[in-house]
C-alpha cells in the first residue's frame, strides 16, 4: 500500500445552471469583473438572486446549483473607485444583464466515475473546480492552476531582485475511485517588493546611487525592469500603480516634457517639486517611462516601489535556479505534511461555496495498492569479472564489468578552454579517462593526435578549425574522431556554440567536461563520462539479459522498433524562436538499447510534429516521400536486415487536452510513412504518451519502514500504480523506475492511447521498467523510459545549431512574417554523427 496526494471529493447528484454575464460598459479585467459580481450578490442574493450563492469565471459565464428565480434580468451595480490622481472618490455605475443558457448535467460524470466509456463532461468538471478554486481565490495569489503567497512559508532571497514564494497546485479529476482533488507544494519565483533603485543596485551588483548608468547598464536594467508593476511612492497615501514600458535615455537632470497644449515646456526635476514638494536626489539616473506609446509618462525611479505578487516569468540564472531548487526540494515526509496542512487551511468542507454546490472533500490522503516491479538482470561482455549484474534499488556500477559493445577511439584530441585549468590538470585528466575507457572495454589510444591545445572561450571556431585541420594534416587523409572539450563553469553560450560547430561543421563527436569535474576526478564521475564516450563512438553498454535470451513479450518474437518523440517549445521571451522536435528509433532489435536520432524545427509552440512524413514536388523526380518516420524505418531495415513488423511509439510531453488530437495526426502520419515504403506495409503499433509534469505523488504508507523506502525515503524503484487514482476507463499507469536522491520521487504517468499489439497491464508496465535500467549515460534507472528520455536530449541539443540575433532588449529574433515566424531548417548533421548516439 502506498499513499497518493488525491484526495477524495463527494457531490451532490443535482443538475447545476449555466447562465451568461454581460457587462456594460464592457470590463476586460477579470479582477474588476469578479469585484462587481461580488457586489451584486451582495446586494440582490436575498432578493433576486433566491438565496443563491453563484460561481462566476470573471468572464462570461456564471453558475448556480439549482436555477435562478429568473431568465434573464438586468441588475445595476455601483462601485466606488478611489482616483488617486485627483485625489478624490467616485462612483462607476454598471448594468450586468445575467441570462438563463443551460443545465449541466451530472449524469455524464457519474456514468464516467461508474466505468462506463462516455467522454469526459468537460463542463462539469470546469464547474466544480470553479467552485473549489473561489475562496483560494479570494485569499492567495492565483497563478494557473496554482495558488501562492508570502504567508505560506517566509520568502528566501533568490538573487538579483527575486524571491521565492511557496504555494500549492489544485486540480479536480475523474479517477477509479471517484472524484478527486490533487493537491501539491509548489515554488516559485516572484519579483521582491523593493524600491526600484534598491532593485535596480541588486540587477547591476554595484552602488548606483553615485555614478550614471553605462549603456550596457542602462540595456540590462531595461530589459529587468520592461512589463514590471510598480506604485509611487512620493504622494504620502496615495500609492497609484503603474506598469513600466521602458527606461529614458537620458538621465533624468536632462528630460523636460510639455506641460499644456502650447507645448511650454518644464524639467522633470522642477516639476517633481513644484507638484509634489519632491528633490529628486539622484538625477543621473534615467527616469521610469510608464504608460502607452502616445502619452509617456516620466517617473523617477526613487520615487516608485516594486509592487508585491508579481511573478517573475522569464528565465532563471543558474545561481537562482540553485537556491530555488534548495528552497523547494522536499523529503516525501516533510512534503505529505505540508500537503495535508494545505487541505486542512483551505477548510474545504467549511467553504460556504463548496457547501452550496454540495461539495466535500475527504481529508485523508488516498490510500493504494501498488506492486514493486523487479529490476531486469543486465548483460556485460563476458571478458569481464561480472559478466551479469542485478541492479539493487535502481543501481548498481562498473566494477568489474566491461561495456557489452566497446568502441574504438584511434584518434582524438582535446581542447582546454577554460582559464582556471592547468596543463597539467587537463593532461591527468585526460590520462585518467583514458585508462577508466579502457577499463570498461574500449580501444583507447593513449595519446592524443596533437598536444592538448589551450584556447580562449570567445574563440570556439577559430580553436576548433585550428585542431581539425592541424590534426588531419598530421593524419594524412585520415580524419579525428573525438575531441574532448574542458569548459568554465560559467560557459554561456560557450556549449551551444561548440556543439554547433562540432555536428554540424566538422562533423566531430564531441564531449564536453566541466572545470569542477575536471578538478574532482571521482571514480563514478570518469565512468558516466566513458559511458558516454562509449556509445557516441558507436557502442553499446549494457542490454537486458532477457533481449538475448529472446524472452521480452511482445518484442523478442518479431521484428520490433521502439521509437521515442519530444517537442521542446522555446523559453518566454524568445518571441520568435521555432519549436524544435526529436524522434530517435532502436536500430539494434532484439536488444533495443541503440537509437538513431533526427531533429527538425516547426512552427513555435506547435505539439504536432510536422515532419514525422511528408511530401513535396521535385523538378526532377516528381513528388518525393520522406519524413522522419520513413527515414528511421529504413536504417532500421540497414541496421537489421529486417524490417520492423510491429512499434512501440513512446510520445513525450503532451497535455490531456492534445492526447487525440496528436494521436490521430501521428498515428496517421506513422502509417502514411510505413504505406510509402510497401503499400501493404502496415505493422501493429502502440502509440503511448508519457507526462511528466503533473502533480501526483506517491509516498510509502509507513515513513519508518525502511523496506519499503530507499535511502531518500522515497518509494522503491520500480513502484507501479494504476488503479483508484487512474482513470475510470482509460489503460494509464503511474511508474516510478528510478530511485530518489534528493526531494520527492516524481512518478511518470503512461497513457496508453492506442494498442493494436494487445499487451496486457503487466506486459507494457514491465516492458517500460526494463527499458528503464538501459539508459547510456548513467549506472542507474531513470525517471524516463530511455527512447523519450533520448528524444528529449536531442531536442535541446538541436537548439544549439540555431544561431539567434539578439535585440536590443536581449530577446532573440528570427525572421517574422505577416502570418507568424518563419521557421528556417536547422543545419544538416553530418553523416557519421548522425548514425550514432551523439545526443547522450
Known amino acids: 500500500m502506498v499513499k497518493a496526494n488525491h484526495f477524495l471529493a463527494k457531490i451532490s447528484k443535482e443538475d447545476l445552471s449555466q447562465y451568461s454575464v454581460e457587462v456594460t460598459p464592457e470590463v476586460t479585467s477579470i479582477k474588476m469583473n469578479k469585484a462587481i459580481m461580488t457586489q451584486l450578490v451582495k446586494l440582490y442574493r436575498d432578493t433576486d438572486l433566491g438565496m443563491m450563492l453563484p460561481v462566476y469565471d470573471g468572464r462570461r459565464s456564471l453558475y448556480t446549483a439549482g436555477v435562478l428565480p429568473f431568465i434573464t434580468k438586468e441588475f445595476t451595480v455601483t462601485l466606488v473607485d478611489g482616483d488617486e490622481l485627483i485625489g478624490i472618490t467616485r462612483e462607476r455605475e454598471f448594468k450586468v444583464t445575467i441570462k438563463f443558457v443551460a443545465h449541466a448535467s451530472m449524469l455524464q460524470l457519474r456514468e464516467l466515475l461508474s466505468g462506463k466509456q462516455v467522454g469526459a463532461p468537460q463542463e462539469v468538471l470546469k464547474i466544480i473546480d470553479i467552485v473549489l478554486r473561489e475562496l483560494a481565490a479570494q485569499r492567495y495569489m492565483s497563478v494557473g492552476r496554482f495558488f501562492y ?300 593526435v596533437i598536444p592538448i591545445y589551450s584556447a580562449r572561450p570567445d574563440q570556439v571556431k577559430k580553436a576548433l578549425k585550428y585542431v581539425y585541420n592541424v590534426a588531419a594534416n598530421k593524419l594524412g587523409g585520415k580524419e579525428l574522431e573525438l575531441l574532448i572539450a574542458i569548459l568554465p563553469d560559467n560557459n554561456g553560450s560557450l556549449y551551444g556554440d561548440l556543439k554547433r560547430v562540432c555536428e554540424t561543421d566538422l562533423g566531430l563527436i564531441s564531449q564536453c567536461c566541466l572545470t569542477k569535474h575536471v578538478f574532482k576526478i571521482s571514480r563514478q564521475y570518469l565512468a558516466n563520462v566513458s559511458l558516454k564516450i562509449n556509445v557516441k563512438m558507436g557502442g553499446r553498454n549494457t542490454v537486458l539479459l532477457d533481449a538475448l535470451s529472446w524472452r521480452i513479450p511482445l518484442v523478442s518474437d518479431i521484428p520490433t522498433i521502439i521509437f521515442g518523440a519530444d517537442v521542446t517549445h522555446p523559453d518566454n521571451g524568445e518571441d520568435c524562436s521555432p519549436s524544435i522536435a526529436a524522434v530517435v528509433a532502436s536500430q539494434d532489435w532484439p536488444e533495443v538499447t541503440k537509437y538513431a536520432g533526427l531533429v527538425c524545427a516547426q512552427p513555435r509552440r506547435q505539439e504536432l510534429i510536422h515532419d514525422l512524413y511528408k511530401t513535396w514536388q521535385d523538378p526532377q523526380r516528381g513528388t518525393v516521400t520522406g519524413g522522419m518516420i520513413r527515414e528511421l524505418l529504413l536504417s532500421f531495415k540497414k541496421a537489421t536486415g529486417q524490417k520492423p513488423l510491429r512499434i512501440i511509439f513512446y510520445r513525450d510531453g503532451v497535455s490531456d487536452g492534445q492526447f487525440y488530437q496528436v494521436l490521430l495526426y501521428e498515428l496517421d502520419a506513422i502509417r502514411k510513412a510505413c504505406a510509402s515504403l510497401e503499400p501493404s506495409y502496415q505493422p501493429l503499433v502502440t502509440f503511448i504518451v508519457i507526462q511528466k509534469r503533473h502533480h501526483t505523488r506517491l509516498f510509502a504508507s509507513n515513513h519508518n519502514d525502511k523496506t519499503s523506502t530507499d535511502k531518500s525515503g522515497n518509494i522503491l524503484p520500480g513502484t507501479v500504480v494504476d488503479t483508484k487514482i487512474c482513470h475510470p476507463t482509460e489503460f494509464d499507469f503511474y511508474l516510478c523506475s528510478h530511485a530518489g536522491i534528493q526531494g520527492t520521487s516524481r512518478p511518470a504517468h503512461y497513457h496508453v492511447l492506442w494498442d493494436e499489439n494487445n499487451f496486457t497491464a503487466d506486459e507494457i508496465q514491465s516492458l517500460t521498467n526494463n527499458l528503464c535500467y538501459t539508459y547510456a549515460r548513467c549506472t542507474r534507472s531513470v525517471s524516463v523510459v530511455p527512447p523519450a528520455y533520448y528524444a528529449h536530449l536531442a531536442a535541446y541539443r538541436a537548439r544549439f545549431y540555431m544561431k539567434p540575433d539578439v535585440h536590443e532588449n536581449g530577446s532573440t529574433r528570427s525572421t517574422c512574417t505577416m502570418n507568424g515566424p518563419c521557421v528556417h531548417p536547422l543545419p544538416a548533421l553530418k553523416e557519421k554523427v548522425k548514425n550514432v548516439m551523439f545526443y547522450c
Request: charged content about 25%; aromatic content about 8%; proline content about 5%.
Open 149 to 448: 503567497s508570502p504567508n505560506i512559508k517566509q520568502p528566501q532571497t533568490l538573487g538579483d531582485g527575486l524571491q521565492s514564494w511557496r504555494g500549492f497546485y489544485q486540480s479536480i479529476r475523474p479517477t477509479q475511485m471517484g472524484l478527486s482533488l490533487n493537491i501539491d507544494m509548489s515554488t516559485t519565483a516572484f519579483i521582491e517588493p523593493l524600491p526600484v533603485i534598491e532593485f535596480v543596485t541588486q540587477i547591476l551588483g554595484k552602488d548606483v546611487c553615485s555614478r550614471p548608468l553605462s549603456d550596457a547598464d542602462r540595456i540590462k536594467v531595461k530589459k529587468a525592469l520592461r512589463g514590471v508593476k510598480v506604485e509611487v511612492t512620493h504622494r504620502g497615501n496615495m500609492r497609484r500603480k503603474y506598469r513600466i514600458s521602458g527606461l529614458t535615455s537620458q538621465p533624468t537632470r536632462e528630460l523636460i516634457f510639455p506641460v499644456d497644449e502650447e507645448k511650454n515646456m518644464k524639467s522633470v526635476v522642477e516639476y517633481f517639486q513644484e507638484m509634489y514638494g519632491f528633490t529628486i536626489q539622484h538625477s543621473h539616473l534615467p527616469c521610469l517611462q510608464v504608460g502607452n506609446q502616445r502619452k509617456v509618462n516620466y517617473l523617477p525611479m526613487e520615487a516608485c516601489k516594486i509592487v508585491e505578487g508579481q511573478r517573475y516569468s522569464k528565465k532563471l540564472n543558474e545561481k537562482q535556479i540553485t537556491s530555488l531548487l534548495k528552497f523547494s526540494c522536499q523529503r516525501p515526509r516533510e512534503r505529505e505534511m505540508d500537503i495535508l496542512q494545505t487541505i486542512q487551511q483551505n477548510t474545504y468542507n467549511q467553504d460556504p461555496y463548496a457547501k452550496e454546490f454540495g461539495i466535500t472533500i475527504d481529508e485523508k490522503l488516498a490510500s493504494v495498492e501498488a506492486r514493486v516491479l523487479p529490476a531486469p538482470w543486465l548483460k556485460y561482455h563476458d571478458s569481464g569479472k561480472e559478466k551479469a549484474c542485478l541492479p539493487q534499488v535502481g543501481q548498481w556500477n562498473m566494477m568489474n564489468k566491461k561495456v557489452i559493445n566497446g568502441s574504438s577511439v584511434n584518434y582524438w584530441a582535446c581542447i582546454n578552454f577554460s582559464r582556471s585549468v592547468q596543463e597539467s590538470t587537463a593532461h591527468d585528466f585526460c590520462h585518467q579517462l583514458v585508462q577508466m575507457c579502457e577499463v570498461s572495454g574500449m580501444e583507447f589510444n593513449c595519446e592524443p
